[in-house]
Nanobody
């Protein structure tokens, strides 16, 4: 059974930091590209950051470059999103995603709420 379980969301003041985690199980983690998406109030879901399986190459949305850092620990089957200099526009539900194009597999977590407000 595939599971992606996010944690680490919460309420933070503008300029603050949060670190999200996503623990994966039920599939061969290293064979999957992993990503963080977010969906803000009244907005469509958007890609925040992605990291490849073996090489661990990352890419980021322009809106978070220089502020967010994504990483993965293949031994722990976990990905992380370190978010710094948060602003109210970062308020959203953040979703963990696992994707394997060879087998056309695409999995989602349940999401974790991040609210940036004073």
């Amino acid at each position: 059974q595939v599971q992606l379980v996010e944690s680490g969301g919460g309420l933070v003041q503008p300029g603050g930091s949060l670190k999200l985690s996503c623990a994966a199980s039920g599939f061969t983690f290293i064979n999957y590209d992993m990503a963080w998406y977010r969906q803000g109030p009244g907005k469509e879901r958007e890609l925040v950051a992605r990291i490849t399986g073996l090489a661990g190459r990352t890419n980021y949305a322009d809106s978070v470059k220089g502020r967010f850092t994504m990483s993965r620990d293949n031994g722990k089957k976990t990905i992380y999103l370190q978010m710094n200099s948060l602003n109210p526009e970062d308020t959203a539900v953040y979703y963990c995603n696992a994707y394997n194009g060879w087998f056309n597999r695409n999995y989602w977590g349940q999401g974790t709420q991040v609210t940036v407000s004073s």
